[in-house]
């Protein structure tokens, strides 16, 4: 019933930039978090970034000063920009979605994209 579609991830040399996106669609009554997390080989999924309905964000110390979560609430759409990357970025990134679903809003949302694979080169 929902759908989230990811882009942007590829292959860029240390200290390069990208921007993911994630745009939702689908029976979605409300969304309260959008996000973004990383799983790097042989490493557990981590969070990077959240960002709230209010506008508050989040961030794991590791890309602090160099990541930047964004978002279209009218578009249901969460952007990372990702900037001065390294080679320990290099992960499939995931965004997340938290809200509501249906007409009523009664359901609850919880859904995940299928993965955008960004390297970084040394």
């Known amino acids: 019933q929902v759908q989230l579609a990811e882009s942007g991830g590829g292959v860029v040399p240390a200290g390069g930039s990208l921007r993911l996106s994630c745009a939702a669609s689908?029976?979605?009554?409300?969304?309260?978090?959008m996000g973004w997390y990383r799983q790097a080989p042989g490493k557990q999924r981590e969070p990077v970034a959240t960002?709230?309905?209010?506008?508050?964000?989040s961030y794991a110390d590791s890309v602090k000063g160099r990541f930047t979560i964004s978002r279209v609430n009218a578009k249901n759409t969460v952007y990372l920009q990702m900037n001065s990357l390294k080679p320990e970025d290099t992960a499939v990134y995931y965004c997340?979605?938290?809200?509501?679903?249906?007409?009523?809003?009664?359901?609850?949302?919880?859904?995940w994209g299928q993965g955008t694979l960004v390297t970084v080169s040394s």
């Open positions: 689908g029976s979605i009554f409300s969304i309260n978090v």
């Open positions: 997340h979605v938290e809200g509501t679903l249906g007409a009523l809003g009664i359901r609850r949302l919880d859904a």
């Open positions: 960002i709230i309905n209010g506008g508050s964000t």
